[in-house]
């Protein structure tokens, strides 16, 4: 079983920056890739960045790309999210998800499991 536990939401103002974290417990994630994905209200729930454990490879949204920046500690178990210059449509729910594959995906189903999410509040 993975236990997945976000942290670090909140509201900030238009331009600003929020590190979320993601505590991971209960398994080796050697062999995992874990994803960040968002669900504004009324709105599906979309793919945000992903990182190959094992290699530290990253993957991003179009949105998000050259402003979101991904990364591990090994150590501590956690994955991060680091944003910056942050929009008022950047609002969400963030949630933390876990495939114990090691590969990409952009797909939300291709996630075994999951956080219980922290929201994202920017205002404009």
């Known amino acids: 079983q993975v236990q997945l536990v976000e942290s670090g939401g909140g509201l900030v103002q238009a331009g600003g920056s929020l590190r979320l974290s993601c505590a991971a417990s209960g398994r080796t994630f050697t062999w995992y890739t874990m994803g960040w994905f968002r669900q504004a209200p009324g709105k599906e729930r979309e793919f945000v960045s992903s990182?190959?454990?094992?290699?530290?490879?990253?993957d991003y949204a179009s949105s998000v790309k050259g402003r979101f920046t991904i990364s591990r500690d090994d150590a501590k178990k956690t994955v991060y999210l680091q944003m910056n210059s942050l929009k008022p449509e950047d609002t969400a729910v963030y949630y933390c998800a876990a495939r114990p594959i090691v590969g990409h995906s952009q797909n939300r189903n291709g996630y075994a499991y999951w956080g219980q999410g922290t929201q994202v509040t920017v205002s404009s």
């Open positions: 990182i190959i454990w094992s290699d530290g490879s990253t």
